[in-house]
């Protein structure tokens, strides 16, 4: 092999490493739909139902590119298994991280609309109270470790 191919195949296999956190993505926690997170954030029930309509216009798409990265994912590992050629290892990672980026920006996109149903003060509060549960849930995934 040459040093060339290696060090690609060493990139595309830390990539793969790397995009690891989206196989078992869930799209995030339903916090508009939380009770003590409704309360915490003084939400209303329109806006708890606006961010769940901005959430349910989205989920569809989200699986079903999803769906579709696990699919290519696949197909990028069986052709780097296969020791397929150089050429058409690059073709499938650029499809793979076309969908990724993708994926990532219609649930930033997502996000970001829920986001605009709150108020200023809102935000601030919603912010902390995420920094909250990921502190209070990383614990439980570095526990399991």
Do not use: C, Y
Not at 74 to 90: F, K, P, T, Y
């Amino acid at each position: 092999m040459k040093p060339t191919l290696a060090r690609r195949l060493a990139l595309v296999l830390a990539l793969l490493a790397l995009a690891a956190p989206l196989r078992g993505q869930s799209f995030g926690f339903p916090w508009w739909r939380d009770a003590q997170f409704q309360k915490d954030l003084g939400l209303t029930s329109d806006q708890s139902a606006r961010i769940d309509g901005v959430f349910q216009s989205n989920i569809t798409l989200l699986r079903q590119k999803k769906a579709e990265l696990d699919q290519q994912e696949a197909e990028l590992s069986r052709l780097i298994a296969a020791n397929a050629d150089e050429g058409g290892v690059v073709r499938q990672v650029d499809k793979v991280e076309a969908i990724r980026g993708g994926l990532n920006k219609t649930r930033t996109l997502m996000l970001l609309r829920m986001r605009q149903v709150l108020t200023p003060e809102q935000r601030v509060i919603l912010n902390k109270l995420h920094e909250q549960w990921d502190k209070d849930h990383s614990r439980g995934r570095r526990d399991r470790r």
